[in-house]
């Protein structure tokens, strides 16, 4: 073991060693579970859109999208507006 | 629709990776606090043995809290990567706690488990001993905010729908937090960790008493598992009463399914202590019943019944056409926010809306369904009733033979007749691996009872899955089981190794001056 020497303990340099071996394990591990399964073409994005279409209903109607709506209806004379709403 | 084997697959990943991981937390949860136990002996008494004790069984808690922690962290990624609709749904509610548990509990918990390791040669002894406590306070905190989460889904308070965000908003994070359910299972769930924590020193100690090794330590480790596991088990039982009584109040179909109880009986019902159920006929063979019992547990009353499945079933139904009506309103408000006759509508209908989410497994739009998808719809809120009857009772079982343990163990303990009873130190050291069943038995009553629902009466289980394709579940799942299998192994190696080598043969990090000789 060579403990009662003044030399720095072997422990402490071996100690290091494993633990930059196991940080650096322990990062690409971390780096390819990301790669797999967390990066963004994995990503799934779930709002209240994505949310009405799971439970079948009708997505939500924001405010500025009736009021492009309603200026449609007038240039237009309410031929179609169905798209303002999408 | 929603693709099935989706669903099914992810239930059966979460489910795994949590059974895997409640093999850690209840034994982190009871060591710990035989580890505060022991080290106050110490701290009071100054007798280096029962440092050499706190060290040893310190060693196995930390191997069993590595494990804990690395098996803990993928169940949260899964409410991401599997459940992103639940997450979406009740992330208001159930994040917050997810993040409490993460700030407040697990950062301390982890910052102390280094200081226990490391801070034996640099701290005081009380110095120490505090931080031991904190590990174990961080511990309990860890399964505070947890249960409180999981509470939630049993018995969803202090939240309300938002017809606008399609989900789920926090109203009253103290009615969250003081959910009575999130008490009584907080209590329960933790002295059903000390009673694994307890059987697992008994169990080792008398393997140690069984060769004529580590006597001193074993003795002494064996009585403090024995006071502490009486006491526990004991607890278990008297608590789980109060679970039970809850869950008759707030999970009706749970106990109903629990008991196999098809029709309501005449109040106060009995106990059913052994059966037969039978799903097709609706009725259970060959029963046993201890009169008054259930009735007495699910109502604290004589004169209040039980309902039984069929009653439960028709109300149900009942309230699946009164979801119908809230889904109706809810399709009306999203294409009409201002409109007021939709919006008295939901109001109230809005308390049965997941009834009526239900109806999403058989056709697109609820309010269109048939008599028979309703009838269809209302017998899914019946869980699998085998599973649940006998889990539970065997679970229970297990409850009242650990009272049974640790009593002997008490008594033979006090009249220094521990080591020459070897019959008993066998019973003692085949008991090891049975209060894990205990607690995985107990987790899938709790669990899979709760089904169809992930938040009961408001979420179905299908509903929170992600549309993810099956193919990657099967490789995540896959992953999983291969992954836990090798962790499975490795913890099962270093546990061995260590009880094997023992207090004596334990080698610390750095390595030290040969140690005192043993002292009372």
Known sequence: ?86 | MIDATVVTLSRAQFALTALYHFLFVPLTLGLSMILVIMESVYVMTGREIWKRMTRFWGMLFGINFAMGVATGITMEFQFGTNWAYFSHYVGDVFGTTLALEGLVAFFLESTFVGLFFFGWERLSRVAHLVVTGLVALGSSLSALWILIGNAWMQYPVGAHFNPRAMRMELTSFSEVLLNPVAQAKFVHTVAAGYVVGSVFVLAVSAWYLLRGRNVDVARRSMAVAASFGLACALSVVVLGDESGYLAGENQKMKIAAIEAEWHTEKPPAGFTLFGLPDVQEHVTHAVVKVPWMLGLIATRSIDTPVPGIIELVARARQRIRSGIEAYAALQTLRERPADESAQARFAAHQADLGYGLLLLRYLPNPAMATARQIEQAAWSTVPNVPVLFWCFRVMVGLGFYFIALFASAFYLAARHRLAPSRAFLWVAFLSLPLPWIAAELGWIVAEYGRQPWAIDGVLPTFLGASPVPAANVWLSLSGFVVFYSALAVVDVYLLVRMIRRGPEGLGYWPPQEPRPAASE
């Open chain 1, 1 to 86: 073991m060579g403990g009662e020497s003044s030399e720095p303990p072997t422990w402490r340099r071996r100690l290091r060693r494993e633990l930059t071996g196991l940080l650096a394990l322990k990062v690409t591990a971390l780096a390819l579970l990301w790669w797999l399964f967390f990066s963004p073409p994995h990503r799934i994005t779930v709002d209240d859109e994505a949310a009405s279409r799971r439970f079948g209903v009708a997505p939500p109607r924001l405010q500025h999208q009736e009021d492009n709506r309603g200026s449609e209806l007038l240039t237009r004379g309410g031929r179609s507006a169905s798209g303002a709403s999408q």
